[in-house]
C-alpha cells in the first residue's frame, strides 16, 4: 500500500488537480466565466432556498385529457362507422363513454367488428402488457358502449404529463432564467423551481395558457347577432375576441391548419404601422395546407384562434404560398412577445393549474446560505481540531485529503452543473465527517499494529490495507442509501442525496489513494522508527 510509482502517483495527483480546477469557475463572477472557453463555463447553480425565486406545483387537468379522449374516440367511431356504411344513430359521449346504437340488426356484427378495431395496445405496437386503450361493449338492443380502462387512463396521463414537461420547459427556458427545475411529481403534477424569478406573475401567465392554436374560417351565411341569439348553424360556433371590449365572431368548426404544423414563431414589428406583430414560418405539411385554404377562399375572413379565443380575422386577399405569415391583433410588444414564446414551445396537450405557489426572497436564501457556512466552517474547525489533537502529524495528512475530498466534490458538482441547495450544504457536511472516519479507521488499524510489535513502516502499511474491507462496506452500504434517497426523493432530499453519494465517490478515492501517497512520501523521506500518531 506503500509503493507507488511514478506513473501511479502522477496519475492520482493530477486526477485530484483536474478534478479541484473545475471548481475554480465558481469563485468568479458570471459575465467573467462568460468569457472563457465552453469548457470551462461549468459551474454550480444555487437552488432556490439559496439564491432566492418562484415555486409552482402545476396539476394537468385529468378531466380535459379523459374528454379529449372521449371526443376523438367519437369522431373516429363516426369516421369508420361511415366507411363501412352502417347505419347508426345516437352517436355521443355519455357518462364517461362513447353511446352510439346501430339502427339494423344485420348491421350490428360490421360495426362491433369495426368499433374493436379503433383499440389499440396501451404502450402502442410494442406494448408487451395485452391490454387495450378501449373496451367495447354491447349493451343490447343495438347499443354499443366504449369506454376507456383506468390502465389506458394512467397511460395517456402519463404521455401528457411527459409532453407538458417538455412544453414547460421550453416556455421557461425562452424567459432567459437559469437552471430551472421541472420535473413530474405524482401522476398528474408538475413540480416548477425557478432560481432568481422573484415575480413568479409573469411565468403563470405563460404556463397557464395551454396555446392551442387554430386556423379556421369566419362563417358569413349568419352574422354574430343572429348566431347569439341561437341560429347558430351546427358546424360552427361562437367565439369571442381576445382584446376587449369583447367581439363575438361566427367560426367554422373545422380546423383548416393546426399551430403543430408551426416550425418558428418571430416577434417583430409591421414596416407599415410600426405595430407589434407575430411572424410564423409553417412546416412542409402545413404550408401546403395553408396555400390550399387561402387559394380556396380568397375575399372571405379567417379566424387565428388561440384557447377559444380569436386573436385575429383578416380577410384572405391572395393565396398564401409561401409557408410563412404573420399575426396582427393590437399587441404590446410584451404580448406579442410572450405569444412568439408560446408558439415557439407548442401547445400543452392539457390546462395546467396553479395549486401551489410559493416565492423565496433572495435575503432569506442569503440568510441560509450564511447559516449553511456558518455550519460548515465550524464543523470543520471542530473536525481538524480533533484530528490535530488526537493524531497529531498523521492529523495533519488527513486534514490536507479532507480539503483536497471537499474541493473535488465542488469540482464534481461543478462538472455536471449540478443544483446546490441548503440540504445538498449538509451533505458536504456530512462528507467531511465521513471522510474523516475513514482515515480514523486508518490510524486506529495503525496504532493496532504498533501494539502487536510490528516497525513503524510495517504497522503503517498492514493498517492501510486491512482497514481497506472494513471503509469500502461502510462507504458502500452509505452510497447505496444516498441512491434509494435519489431515486425515491423530490427535491431538496434529491440534492442531499447528490452531495452526499458524491461525497462518498471522493471520499474513497483521498483515503486510499491521496492519504495514502501522502503517508508513503513522508516514509520514503523520514524513514521512520516510530510513527508520531
Given at each position: 500500500?506503500?509503493?507507488f510509482?511514478?506513473w501511479k502517483?502522477?496519475a492520482?495527483?493530477l486526477?485530484?488537480?483536474i ?12 459575465e467573467?466565466?462568460k468569457?472563457?472557453?465552453?469548457w470551462a463555463?461549468?459551474?454550480i447553480?444555487?437552488g432556490l432556498?439559496?439564491?432566492g425565486?418562484?415555486?409552482?406545483l ?5 378531466n380535459y385529457?379523459?374528454?379529449e379522449?372521449l ?7 363516426r369516421?369508420?362507422l ?6 347508426y344513430t ?5 357518462n364517461?363513454?362513447?353511446e352510439?346504437r346501430?339502427?339494423r340488426?344485420?348491421d ?6 369495426k368499433?374493436r378495431d379503433?383499440s ?10 395485452g ?5 367495447v361493449t354491447?349493451a343490447?338492443?343495438g347499443?354499443?358502449?366504449i ?6 387512463m394512467?397511460?395517456r ?12 420547459e421550453k ?5 432567459g ?11 398528474d403534477?408538475?413540480?416548477v423551481?425557478?432560481?432568481?424569478l422573484q415575480?413568479?406573475?409573469?411565468l403563470k401567465?405563460?404556463l ?8 379556421r ?5 349568419v352574422?354574430?347577432?343572429?348566431a ?15 382584446t ?14 393546426s399551430g403543430?404544423?408551426?416550425i418558428?414563431?418571430?416577434p417583430g414589428?409591421?414596416?407599415?404601422t410600426?405595430e407589434?406583430?407575430?411572424s410564423f414560418?409553417?412546416?412542409?405539411s402545413?404550408?401546403?395546407?395553408f ?7 380568397v375575399g372571405l375572413?379567417f379566424?387565428i384562434?388561440?384557447d377559444?379565443?380569436?386573436i ?6 391572395e393565396p398564401?404560398t409561401?409557408?410563412s ?10 404580448a406579442?412577445?410572450d405569444l ?5 414551445a407548442g401547445a400543452?396537450p ?7 405557489e410559493r416565492?423565496v426572497g433572495?435575503?432569506l436564501?442569503?440568510?441560509?446560505i ?9 464543523g470543520?474547525?471542530m473536525v481538524?481540531?480533533f484530528m ?8 495533519v495528512?488527513a ?6 475530498n471537499?474541493?473535488?466534490?465542488f469540482?464534481l458538482?461543478?462538472?455536471?452543473n449540478?443544483?446546490?441547495?441548503l ?14 472516519d475513514?482515515?480514523?479507521?486508518i ?7 504498533l501494539?502487536h510489535?510490528?516497525?513503524a513502516?510495517?504497522a503503517?502499511d498492514?493498517?492501510f490495507?486491512r482497514a481497506l474491507a ?6 458502500i452500504?452509505?452510497f447505496?442509501?444516498a441512491?434509494?434517497l435519489?431515486?425515491?426523493g423530490?427535491g ?6 447528490v452531495?452526499l453519494g458524491i ?6 478515492f483521498?483515503a486510499f489513494?491521496?492519504t495514502?501517497?501522502i503517508?508513503a512520501?513522508?516514509v520514503?523521506w523520514k ?7
Open positions: 500500500m506503500l509503493y510509482s511514478r502517483a502522477l492520482i495527483i486526477t485530484a488537480l478534478v479541484c480546477l473545475f471548481a475554480v469557475p465558481n469563485f468568479f463572477s458570471q467573467r466565466v468569457t472563457w472557453p465552453v463555463q461549468r459551474h447553480v444555487l432556498d439559496l439564491q425565486g418562484s415555486y409552482l402545476l396539476e394537468v387537468d385529468a385529457v379523459k374528454k379522449k371526443d376523438q374516440v367519437r369522431d373516429e367511431a369516421r369508420v361511415r366507411d363501412a356504411k352502417v347505419a345516437g352517436l355521443a359521449v355519455r364517461d363513454a362513447v352510439v346501430i339502427s340488426e344485420a350490428q356484427a360490421t360495426g362491433l367488428s368499433l379503433l389499440q395496445p396501451i404502450g402502442g405496437l410494442l406494448g408487451g402488457s391490454q387495450r386503450d378501449l373496451e354491447d343490447g338492443g347499443l354499443f358502449r369506454t376507456i380502462p383506468q390502465a389506458a394512467l397511460d396521463m402519463r404521455k401528457t404529463i411527459e409532453q407538458s414537461i417538455q412544453i414547460v416556455r421557461v427556458n425562452e424567459l432564467t437559469v437552471e430551472p427545475i421541472i420535473q413530474r411529481q405524482g401522476t403534477r408538475i413540480l423551481q425557478v432560481p432568481g415575480d413568479p406573475t409573469h401567465e405563460l397557464g395558457k395551454t396555446a392551442k392554436m387554430e386556423f374560417m369566419v362563417d358569413t351565411s352574422s354574430p347577432d343572429q347569439q341569439q341561437g341560429r347558430v348553424p351546427p358546424e360552427s360556433e361562437v367565439l369571442m375576441s381576445s376587449s371590449p369583447k367581439v363575438p365572431y361566427v367560426i367554422k368548426r373545422q380546423v383548416l391548419v403543430g404544423d408551426l418558428d414563431a418571430q414589428f409591421d414596416q407599415r410600426n407589434p406583430i407575430v414560418r409553417f412546416n412542409t402545413g404550408a401546403r395546407k396555400a390550399q385554404a387561402t387559394s380556396e377562399n375572413p379566424a384562434v388561440l377559444n379565443e380569436v385575429s380575422a383578416p380577410v384572405i386577399r398564401i409561401g409557408g405569415g404573420q399575426i396582427s391583433g393590437n399587441f404590446t410588444v410584451q406579442a412577445n412568439a414564446i408560446l408558439l415557439r400543452l392539457a390546462p395546467l393549474t396553479v395549486v401551489e416565492t433572495p435575503g436564501g442569503q440568510d441560509s450564511e447559516k449553511g457556512e456558518l455550519a460548515a466552517y465550524v470543520s474547525i481538524i481540531v490535530l489533537v488526537t493524531y497529531r502529524l498523521f492529523g495528512f486534514n490536507i485529503a479532507v480539503a483536497i471537499v474541493a473535488m466534490i469540482g458538482l461543478s462538472l455536471l449540478a443544483t446546490l441547495t440540504p445538498g450544504i449538509a451533505g458536504i457536511v456530512l462528507t467531511v465527517g465521513i471522510a474523516v475513514s482515515n480514523v479507521l490510524y486506529e488499524r495503525i496504532r493496532e499494529e501494539r510489535g510490528r516497525n513502516i510495517s503503517i498492514a493498517g490495507r472494513t471503509i469500502l462496506d461502510s462507504n452500504t452509505t447505496i442509501a441512491a434509494v435519489f431515486y425515491i423530490t431538496p432530499v434529491r440534492g442531499f442525496a452531495t461525497g462518498i465517490i471522493t471520499t474513497v483521498t489513494t491521496l495514502s501517497l503517508v512520501g513522508w520514503r524513514r521512520p522508527k516510530t510513527v508520531p500518531i
